[in-house]
RNA sequence: GGAAAGAUGCCGGAGUGGUUGAACGGGACGGUCUCGAAAACCGUUUCCCGAUGGAAAUCGGGACGAGGGUUCGAAUCCCUCUCUUUCCGCCA
């Protein structure tokens, strides 16, 4: 949610900015400041009446003391008409607050300087290009007829215990999702993210605090009977870890790091992209989490983006890295770096993290604040990565390794897995 | 799932209708003392909204789990909800 006080400071400035994300309902900035007006005068009315209710109310109790009944009488009935005149007020009050606060969760971050003109994925900034594309030799698989010939994921038994796009993973296929989950972990904790297991499912204001709700209900999956909603991604239960709460200068940055399994509706995707492990309901997923200092959060994004791409080198897998464009980022952030590595028989680049600055969008909406050297509580920056998604990550390291003798794991696996390569 | 108790500031913990934003203790911070530290002593320590002001600040309103209600007045009384603890049941 973006702070009120940068709006009020610069509206026509806002407006321009989300005008590069392809934002159409500039109105919505007007309304707000209308609201916020409304609702300043609203307050000072309401504030003037309750501030005489107040000292009437305490003349009475010390008029009761002295005995004086027939005037503490009267002054009752003064304040009774008082709080008559109140309650219209009142409900104005809240009114326009509620409305406000409507409004404004429907604005979406501003995107910052960095961020590149466009409107579409091909607008997107390629920022560098690591690893070589390995020259497949000839009859080279795509990754689900090896997954498939290896018997490591069964998607059609998945299907039959839940539904499509619930891969069941099995035998080395089972074993080397736990090994990348372990080792993405251990990666993660040395670079001194701590490391949580939380939650997999989270109430409404939980889902709220990080931007899924209100408008995005239709991409989780919701307990009725409870009111819960299945995590997206970790992000979720992580970043509200500090929700409602003053953080002292000296704790930051906080750095979180957790694996979970991902669910997405994914509603409204079908298509050439669902196949094999491209587009699943469940998925595995180790997320980072940082909550930092405002002023410091464009070099901890920076930070951030070259944590995952180490890790993604460590795989030996071809990658490139997206500076997303004004069109193509999401709501809640300011700034957005995708990873994606190539997955050589399908001649696709796949999405395997996405590395944002939300900047005080989220922690506007949690209320995560830190002390200031000058004792005055200001909002933290949060920003959060994936390190890393799992099944596209397993996609190219089948596809861009297969061999007669097996598909071949990159060093850094191999005391996970048990083996230098993932044979039948 | 059943029963009972409870939810107060950074923490512990008082407070059962009228200067209680909140006693008391602890912690943290600042100061005195000290070569330095400890101890002791003194002091400071919640947050949100609004008005005036350049700012420091001053003033007003709100917040004692959340939301409603009673009352001139609520941390204190009533209702609903949430959560915590203990006991019973069930159970990985």
């Not at 003109?117 to 795509?142: F, Q, S, W």
């Not at 215990?161 to 904790?189: E, H, M, V």
């Not at 040395?190 to 899924?212: D, K």
């Not at 408008?215 to 991604?233: C, H, L, R, S, V």
Request: hydrophobic share 35%; net charge neutral; aromatic share 8%.
């Amino acid at each position: 949610m973006l702070q009120l006080q940068i709006i009020r400071q610069d509206r026509d400035g806002v407006k321009k900015r989300l005008a590069v994300k392809y934002f159409a309902e500039l109105g919505v900035v007007d309304k707000v400041l209308e609201l916020d007006d409304q609702r300043k005068k609203l307050q000072l009315e309401f504030d003037n009446i309750q501030a005489k209710i107040n000292t009437s109310s305490k003349e009475i109790g010390q008029l009761m003391a002295k005995g004086e009944k027939e005037n503490a009488e009267r002054l009752k009935q003064q304040v009774t008409s008082l709080k008559a005149s109140l309650q219209p007020i009142n409900n104005k009050l809240s009114e326009t607050e509620r409305e406000l606060q409507n409004e404004l969760v429907k604005l979406p971050n501003l995107p910052s300087q960095k961020v590149p003109l466009g409107k579409t994925p091909e607008d997107n900034v390629i920022i560098r290009e690591g690893g070589n594309k390995p020259k497949l030799p000839a009859g080279a698989k795509p990754h689900w007829e090896l997954i498939k010939q290896y018997d490591i994921v069964d998607f059609e038994t998945g299907a039959k215990i839940t539904g499509s796009g619930f891969p069941l993973y099995k035998g080395k296929g089972a074993k080397l999702q736990r090994a990348l989950i372990q080792y993405f972990l251990d990666y993660n904790t040395a670079a001194g993210y701590t490391e949580y297991l939380p939650p997999f499912m989270v109430n409404e204001t939980t889902a709220f605090g990080t931007g899924q709700l209100p408008d995005k209900e239709g991409q989780m999956y919701y307990m009725q009977t409870d009111n819960f909603y299945m995590i997206p991604t970790s992000e979720v239960p992580l970043t509200n870890i500090y929700r409602d709460e003053i953080l002292k200068d000296a704790d930051l940055p906080m750095k979180l790091t957790a694996y979970s399994p991902c669910f997405r509706r994914e509603a409204g995707s079908f298509g050439k992209d669902v196949r094999g492990l491209n587009r699943v309901h469940q998925f595995e997923k180790v997320e980072i989490v940082q909550i930092v200092h405002p002023d410091t959060s464009y070099e901890t994004h920076e930070e951030m983006v070259d944590h995952v791409e180490k890790l993604v080198q460590s795989l030996d897998l071809p990658y490139r890295i997206l500076n997303l464009c004004g069109g193509d980022m999401s709501f809640a952030s300011a700034l957005t770096y995708d990873f994606e590595v190539y997955s050589a028989a399908q001649d696709k680049w796949l999405e395997v993290s996405s590395v944002s600055n939300f900047e005080t969008f989220q922690t506007n909406r949690m209320k995560i604040r830190f002390k200031d050297t000058n004792g005055k509580s200001q909002l933290v920056h949060s920003l959060n990565g994936s390190s890393l998604a799992l099944p596209r990550i397993l996609a190219c390291l089948l596809e861009n390794n297969q061999s007669d003798e097996g598909i071949k794991l990159p060093l850094i696996l191999h005391p996970y897995f048990g083996d230098s390569m993932l044979r039948n």
